[in-house]
């Protein structure tokens, strides 16, 4: 759980327009109304975009670190521990697994590309060149080779949160079995996560500006109208989302006794951030914070959202299978059921194998595409242009994901603390939001 000091004063609650969802809302509103009506001026923002993302990623190495060493060294059981991965890697397979499922169901009802009729001839593959040659080295054995860092400080500054994940589990394992003499340590790396989630606080506040620069960006360098030549594509993406967040998480989240709604409600502001600045990443700390919050045990937390970050992808599976599907009937290819469920196995391990990659979506899917030789790799030029615009959805159904999956997990292991939870999804508990009553200015 978060610390907080004995003294704690109390939280008295800003006007709305103080709050971040509000500001990173006024902001994306403004981000698109410039780069519509100035899309010159809007693609000049990308910086402000580009340096909020630095800013996060900065951070996220050091919070994944403290949040999941001081978690197990914390837990003591070790057994638990791998009781925990195991169902999360469980859940994490399953629910990955059936959202390439739906994505090609979807994509054989809706058929998004059919009558399209282009010659694969005329399309340019130097287009996507760059992301078929990253999908060569996707492959798993290098994936499985890659988690290893090449120093234990490495980690850290490479940017690679499996890479973090697995030196974070190994240092928290050795701080848990050297017992009363790693007490020292680990009360020095509490104080530490408790002055690293401060900074996270502080970089927040910069969050409308990153997004009004990424939200500028998108919409002054490809322009709404690149929406409608493949507004089939894009809006069957976006409706099969919202149908597998609402109908399937959401039963999902009703068994477990709490609402899809009130969940995505609790997390407004860090979904409004992830769909200004179409990454997932951007809300990955607060998503921590916020789960402790709700009363998610740290240890449960630290394993199962960077974990999910790379292997719970909801939102790209269902792009991938759409996608490819999408590509095959463009060009007019014909996939018979056996090159369809050949397409969905290799879709299962790529997606995999290139977890943790920049640009993951569309790296896995020119993976899967040079399995499958009957749909051209080049076809991928077709949807190059509105991928920004599929990543928003992309991102924000990963998002969810993984926020359900902690307090799925959490429950299964019973360590959820209902009041807390109750309290938090009722907006009963502080926020990152709201400030304490000594930091209102005085008048």
């Known amino acids: 759980m978060l610390h907080a000091a004995a003294d704690t004063p109390p939280v008295v609650r800003k006007p709305w327009y103080f709050a971040l969802y509000a500001q990173v809302l006024i902001a994306i509103v403004a981000g698109i109304l410039l780069g519509h009506f100035a899309p010159e001026t809007g693609e000049a923002m990308k910086p402000l975009g580009d340096a909020f993302i630095k800013l996060i990623k900065m951070i996220i190495a050091p919070v994944i670190f403290l949040t999941i060493v001081t978690g197990i060294a914390g837990m003591r059981d070790l057994a638990s521990v791998g009781r925990v991965a195991g169902k999360a890697f469980a859940y994490f397979l399953f629910f990955s697994t059936l959202a390439l499922i739906i994505g090609m169901i979807v994509a054989n009802v809706v058929q998004p590309g059919a009558g399209l009729n282009i010659d694969p001839a005329t399309l340019d593959g130097s287009a996507v060149a760059t992301y078929a040659s990253q999908a060569k080295d996707s492959t798993l ?170 292997f719970n992808l909801d939102g790209t599976n269902i792009y991938m299978t759409l996608a490819a599907l999408f590509i095959a009937q463009a060009v007019g290819v014909d996939l018979s059921i056996g090159e369809q469920l050949l397409l969905l196995s290799v879709a299962m391990l790529s997606s995999k194998g290139a977890a943790g990659v920049t640009g993951a979506g569309f790296i896995t899917l020119a993976a899967t595409l040079t399995i499958v030789p009957s749909v051209p790799v080049a076809g991928m030029a077709l949807i190059l242009g509105i991928d920004r615009f599929m990543s928003e959805c992309r991102s924000l159904t990963n998002f969810i994901g993984n926020a359900v999956a902690t307090v799925v997990v959490a429950k299964w292991e019973g360590g959820l603390d209902k009041a807390q939870f109750d309290a938090a999804m009722a907006g009963r508990s502080p926020r990152i939001d709201e400030v304490d009553a000594s930091e209102v200015p005085a008048g």
């Open 141 to 310: 054995t290098a994936f499985l080779l890659n988690i290893i860092p090449d120093t234990f400080t490495g980690a850290l500054t490479q940017s690679n949160i499996l890479q973090v994940l697995f030196v974070a589990i190994l240092f928290g394992i050795a701080l848990a079995m050297i017992g009363e003499r790693g007490e020292r340590v680990l009360d020095l790396l509490n104080d530490v996560s408790t002055a690293f989630f401060k900074v996270v606080a502080i970089v927040m506040k910069a969050a409308p500006i990153g997004a009004f620069g990424a939200m500028a960006f998108t919409i002054g360098a490809y322009g709404v109208e690149a929406l409608s030549s493949l507004a089939a594509l894009i809006g069957t993406f976006y409706l099969t989302s919202f149908l597998f967040v609402i109908v399937i998480l959401g039963s999902v989240c009703a068994l477990c006794g709490f609402s899809i709604f009130k969940l995505m409600a609790y997390l407004k502001a860090e979904l409004l951030l992830v769909l200004g600045t179409s990454s997932s990443e951007s809300a990955l700390p607060s998503l921590i914070e916020k789960m402790e919050r709700a009363g998610c045990p740290k240890s449960i937390v630290g394993l199962v959202v960077p974990t999910g970050y790379s």
